[in-house]
């Protein structure tokens, strides 16, 4: 179980990838409007990264903060998300928990948000994320 931060209000999970933002291999990929530098090997340099943020992420998030405690849930590594969820929260206000791939197991071939972690009824918990298979369970 994960200890989130106390929130009476319900809690919406947002995911990353091709939810809030769309990744690019490179930072030269045509309508790319963000570079991000992410340490993918821990013996290399950062590389950019080039990412689209969707349009008004931020005013969602901002909106959202308002009214549930907003977390970001991705499957991606802690070091690849960072940087971008940093990007689109710079000031750390709207988004009041992070988990990563740490916190998924893979099954059948895909990634998978364990949301038994949470301590909190599903009933209280509402998702926004592309991906119907990452929350199968």
């Known amino acids: 179980m994960v200890d989130l931060p106390y929130s009476s209000k319900r809690t919406l999970i947002f995911d990353l990838d091709e939810t809030l933002i769309h990744s690019f291999d490179n930072q030269d990929e045509v ?6 530098f ?28 308002k009214f549930f405690q907003v977390i970001l849930f991705t ?4 070091d690849y998300a960072d940087p971008i969820i940093d990007l689109i929260d710079p000031d750390r206000k709207l988004i009041s928990a992070r988990f990563y791939r740490s916190s998924c197991f893979y099954y059948n071939g895909s990634w998978v948000k ?11 918990i509402a998702i926004i994320d592309n991906s119907i298979p990452a929350f199968r369970f």
């Open 31 to 36: 309508g790319c409007n963000e570079v991000v």
């Open 38 to 65: 992410i340490k993918l090997d821990p013996d290399e340099d950062p590389v950019p990264v080039g990412i689209n943020i969707r349009p008004f992420a931020r005013e969602c998030l901002q909106e959202a903060a």
């Open 75 to 78: 499957a991606s590594e802690k």
């Open 114 to 124: 364990d949301l038994r972690i949470f301590k909190k009824p599903l009933s209280d």
